[in-house]
């Protein structure tokens, strides 16, 4: 076991002891390797980035972390206990949410109820009162709708939010995207490739809320990005991945230098 | 002009969630529950009852059941004329078995087996889905009405093979039977939709509605925010085939007062499959529209063909024009050409028939039949086209239009 203390960033922040440890985690498709043997851990509030060439495993690696792939080796260890193999919804009721590289908003719904979406681990009315909307599914309903309106604030989509999601332009989806998952208070938010395909004033405004999000709730956050300098910028420490292992890892000035991560960068013959 | 969102503040998260936060809908809703509730029981015919208000609320009962299933859950079902079987055949063991049970609560209870009857069928969605599902729930339409007929305890051995409706009391007045009024069976019939109506409405809107229209949207995403997805498509299945049940205890006791096993076949299905896809998926409003469409227009043509055109009551022709005249507008409003050309099409239609009737022209009434089958087919595939989401969304689009008109924005 590592230290629990934590350390504090370049910044100042105080980061905290371990959230989650990944150990020796292998992941195989059939005959495919997709990850081998990699081991880092994610301490609470930090932001994590894990980054890597194409195909390198790293949203495999996130799909992990969520419960949607279970590792053919290796265990996950989540608040201090190691997590039994379950099924992804139980992993979200554990306090993981995360984003997705293709959004996947639900686009029949509109924005508000969408966000609302993000509660539903935390609403737990019965049938019998939710049909009668008497009781404990209408408080339940206020005060969810109460939390979730301070992060539609937050993230200001105010004027969209009752807009249908289809009618969104991509930018302001993958902020829905990013605020449903905040509407869970999560203990840990996983984004996967947050600024793909934005321009770099969406990119701008992407990575504030992202470092907004951090600071203002302490959410623990593990990204995925390809973009170097937002990745740079915004993480405490870089996990490098390159076909399927851990070739870096450590704060971002000591991923820049590592000669490995530069040789998978820009490519050296791997023999 | 009269209808105007102008002024109409939301200052708390209660009044915003309000079912009709415009003002106007819902003094529409009341006006129509009074319609429902007091002016039809008072004016409607035998006729009227019989062949429009009672079969409409029946049917659209049925889609709203159908609707929880195929639209907001997104679980595609062809099971539901047996599902309506199950909720028939189990009111009629239960008031054979206990006759001294309420007429309401047989109805109501009857619900609940259908329901146990589509968790069972609906289990297979949990692997398959979209089409496949379909021919899952195919199965469940074979079995269950091969049943009806082959497992005679269901109808007491009876020798026809039916299920007749006993005459039924409730609080000294026949409320279902050969010996109960139209006005009571409509009052039932009434009083059981509108309760589930509300119910539907509430668990739509709430925090299953949004699981079950996550879960129709994009099961991965769902599953990965915390949705189990057995428990969502199941809790539908069983919310579904409760109100498709109850639906199809009123179908017989209400209504026709006697049912065959293949009442309860494949068309039914089909029927009540068209009325939620033409009344619009993932609405509770548009069971109702589709459910006016598929039962009230075929009934409507009859009349219209059937009787002199010309010599037609004041009233009724008044209200002929009335109704054209306001399709023609509230299509003009919604900026739907091929609607308003339908509209005054069918004014048109109706007028040329009317003078070609004066001229001594007369359709004989089988070709009438037939004719309306085209009508109403045709009007399927227009709808299809032109409104691919269902007259709700038609709706929908008329009062976005409505708020501002006369003004395009």
New interface residues.
Partial sequence: MKDTEGYVTADGRQIGGTLMEMKNITLRFGGVVAIQDISFDIREGEVRAIIGPNGAGKSSMLNVI???YTPSEGEVWYKGSKRPPM???EV??QGV??T?QNI??????TVL?NV???R??H?N?G?AS????WGK?RT???EN??KV?RVIDFLEIQNIRKTPVGRLPYGLKKRVELA??LA?EPSLLLLDEPMAGMNVEEKEDMSRFVLDVNDEFGTTICLIEHDMGVVMDLSDRVVVMDYGKKIGDGTPDEVRNNQDVIDAYLGVSHD | MLYRTAGQFKTS??AD?ALFPVKQDAVLLWLFLLLGWVIFPLTASEFAFQALLIPILIYALAAMGLNILTGFAGQLSLGTGAFMGVGAYACYKMVTIFPELNPIIAILLSGFFSAGIGVVFGIPSLRIKGFYLAIATLAAQFFLVWLFEKWSWLYNYNASGAIQVPNLEMFGIFVSGPQASSVTEYYIVLFVVTLLTI?CI??TR???G??W??T???D??????????MKSKL?AFA?SSYVVGVAGALYVFSWKGAAEPNVFDIPLSFQVLFIAIIGGL?SILGNYLGAILIVGLPVMLNVIAGTQVFEMSTTSSLLLAALVAGATFLFWIARSMWGMGAAIGFGAVTLIYGYAQLQGFRIESALIEHINVMIIGALIVFFLIIEPHGLNQLWRLIREKLIIWPFPH
């Fill in positions: 969520s419960g949607f099924k992804p919804f979200a009721r949410a995360r997705f996947a908003l639900f686009e029949g719904m109820d609302m979406t993000g539903l681990t609403m009315a049938l939710q049909a009668l909307w599914a339940e309903e206020m709708r109460e309106e449903r998952a869970a | 998260y209660v969630q119910l509430n668990l709430g925090n299953l949004r699981t229209k996550a129709r949207d994009m991965i995403a769902a599953e990965l925010i915390g949705i189990n997805l809790t919310v993932g």
